[in-house]
């Protein structure tokens, strides 16, 4: 069981562990005595009259509308009862991360909830709550709209999913012996005004993105391999020569996947886009390494608003709007991480369609067995390019779309969910992109009277034992699928 002690605990690992391993947790007693503490600061401060944002007055442009003290609950509870999504869910996991998060900013105490809260959100991470929260039309100035669609579950509102089925969140908990929780005063603008999504989707589509890197370089590597290309553009020397981290990591991967039967042997310079593969490769992971730097920052930040500071320096105690909620770092990472995986997909195109030209493979043109009686795998590249044309549109910047809302208070939104929703899809075409490529190599490997090196060669049977080769013309949309399902898995790179 992992204890979980303050706010600032979470690094990746105990966040894999809580989130996708489903370890339990539990709250030092300690941490809960601070909660509590920090929220009689708190109502004590709310007793002296001041005004206090979503708690004593309304939202948005009706800040100023003040709610009396006999609606302040109720107001607590329609606060997460709103939400106006649409579309499929967000992953599970995401859901879970977010859960995750919201529990260790509340562990500051810096947004006043009580240790019931608190441990109401461990109990429900605990037992797989798992609320259904949409993907789309959730962009606001902050992550409410989603966040209500999240907690309402807490209350016995909205949707939960149990086993595979959708459920109504009242029947959940009933399955569980619990009663919905009745949010304090604050807890329901406390549930709703942070930016825990941001963080959630951005750790799982790293770590999304990051197999799929790996396996684009793979890819790349067979390639080189199967059209006779030189190694000597690989050596670690030139990666040295550049001086980027991550490029020097590709050069030593594509090394070590050549180990054992490298071509270094001096000749015509092959295609640029087999030659600039650490090149491009390697900057999508030094970028990916710095998202992760980011995420782990997310994971440990406390982005609620307004926020109950004590008093400081110069800075008195009381109640302090926040704009930590405007998760911008993340969007604008997200966006040139769309951008980074176009480019992975531009370069996997351009392999494909160098290895379906024996100008450059030195195999049968179109890797037709018997060219001109059959068109091979042409079609293959021409599915392909549809969907680099999409990517180009899908890694246009979310993050620069600012609109007004609320009447105008609300007027800048950061767009992390569009940013996100769009890298998602880019992803899922990349991971198409690298599976016909894989394809065309299985085809190629068939069709090439020479073995590949070793570790290549271990790889290229994997593919053969997938696929069957393409002795005569057929639709290829199953054995593309087949392989995308291999690459999600990871069985390639075990």
């Given at each position: 069981m992992i204890v979980l002690a303050r706010a600032d605990q979470l690094d990746p690992e105990l966040y894999r562990r809580i989130v996708v391993?489903?370890?339990?947790?539990?709250?030092?007693?300690?941490?809960?005595?601070?909660?509590?503490?920090?929220?009689?600061?708190?109502?004590?401060?709310?007793?002296?009259?001041?005004?206090?944002?979503?708690?004593?007055?309304?939202?948005?442009?009706?800040?100023?509308?003040?709610?009396?003290?006999?609606?302040?609950?109720?107001?607590?509870?329609?606060?997460?009862?709103?939400?106006?999504?649409?579309?499929?869910?967000?992953?599970?996991?995401?859901?879970?991360?977010?859960?995750?998060?919201?529990?260790?900013?509340?562990?500051?105490?810096?947004?006043?909830?009580?240790?019931?809260?608190?441990?109401?959100?461990?109990?429900?991470?605990?037992?797989?709550?798992?609320?259904?929260?949409?993907?789309?039309?959730?962009?606001?100035?902050?992550?409410?709209?989603?966040?209500?669609?999240?907690?309402?579950?807490?209350?016995?509102?909205?949707?939960?999913?149990?086993?595979?089925?959708?459920?109504?969140?009242?029947?959940?908990?009933?399955?569980r012996g619990v009663a919905p929780y009745v949010p304090g005063v604050k807890e329901g603008i406390a549930l709703v005004n942070g930016a825990p999504l941001a963080p959630a989707l951005t750790a799982w589509l790293t770590a999304r993105a990051h197999a799929l890197l790996e396996h684009a370089t793979l890819a790349g590597a067979l390639t080189a391999a199967l059209t006779g290309a030189s190694l000597r553009p690989y050596a670690r020397r030139i990666g040295t020569l550049k001086g980027d981290p991550g490029q020097l990591q590709v050069h030593t991967a594509l090394l070590e996947l050549h180990a054992g039967a490298g071509d270094w042997g001096d000749r015509i310079q092959s295609p640029v886009s087999l030659r600039v593969l650490p090149q491009v490769h390697g900057a999508v992971l030094d970028l990916l390494e710095h998202i992760e730097a980011q995420v782990v920052r997310e994971l440990r930040a406390v982005t609620d608003s307004p926020l109950y500071l004590d008093a400081e320096g110069d800075e008195p105690a009381g109640l302090y709007p926040s704009g930590n909620f405007h998760?911008?770092?993340?969007?604008?990472?997200?966006?040139?991480?769309?951008?980074?995986?176009?480019?992975?997909?531009?370069?996997?195109?351009?392999?494909?369609?160098?290895?379906?030209?024996?100008?450059?493979?030195?195999?049968?043109?179109q890797l037709a067995p018997d060219p001109g009686r059959q068109t091979g795998l042409i079609f293959l590249h021409k599915s392909m390019i549809a969907l680099v044309a999409e990517n180009r549109q899908l890694a246009s910047p979310a993050s620069v779309h600012p609109l007004d809302t609320s009447a105008g208070q609300e007027d800048f939104q950061a767009f992390a969910f569009l940013a996100a929703e769009q890298l998602e899809r880019l992803l899922d075409n990349v991971e198409l992109i690298v599976a016909a490529e894989l394809l065309a190599i299985r085809q190629g490997r068939e069709l090439a009277a020479s073995p590949l090196p070793p570790r290549l060669e271990a790889i290229?049977?994997?593919?053969?034992?997938?696929?069957?080769?393409?002795?005569?013309?057929?639709?290829?949309?199953?054995?593309?699928?087949?392989?995308?399902?291999?690459?999600?898995?990871?069985?390639?790179?075990?």
């Open positions: 391993e489903r370890e339990e947790i539990a709250i030092a007693p300690a941490a809960l005595a601070r909660v509590d503490a920090a929220r009689a600061r708190l109502l004590a401060h709310l007793e002296t009259g001041v005004r206090a944002y979503g708690v004593n007055t309304g939202l948005g442009h009706l800040a100023d509308t003040r709610i009396d003290a006999e609606q302040q609950h109720s107001f607590q509870r329609a606060i997460l009862l709103r939400g106006a999504g649409h579309g499929p869910p967000l992953a599970p996991a995401v859901a879970r991360g977010a859960m995750l998060l919201r529990l260790t900013g509340f562990l500051s105490g810096a947004a006043g909830v009580s240790s019931e809260l608190c441990a109401f959100l461990a109990a429900r991470l605990n037992d797989g709550w798992s609320p259904v929260v949409p993907s789309r039309a959730i962009t606001s100035a902050g992550e409410v709209i989603a966040l209500s669609h999240l907690f309402q579950t807490l209350i016995g509102a909205g949707l939960v999913e149990e086993e595979g089925e959708r459920i109504g969140a009242a029947e959940g908990l009933a399955r998760a911008q770092a993340l969007s604008l990472q997200l966006d040139a991480l769309a951008i980074a995986f176009a480019q992975v997909g531009n370069l996997a195109e351009k392999r494909l369609h160098r290895l379906l030209d024996h100008r450059f493979s030195g195999l049968p043109a290229a049977g994997r593919l053969a034992d997938a696929v069957e080769p393409v002795r005569e013309d057929r639709s290829l949309s199953d054995d593309v699928e087949r392989l995308r399902a291999i690459v999600r898995s990871g069985a390639l790179l075990a």
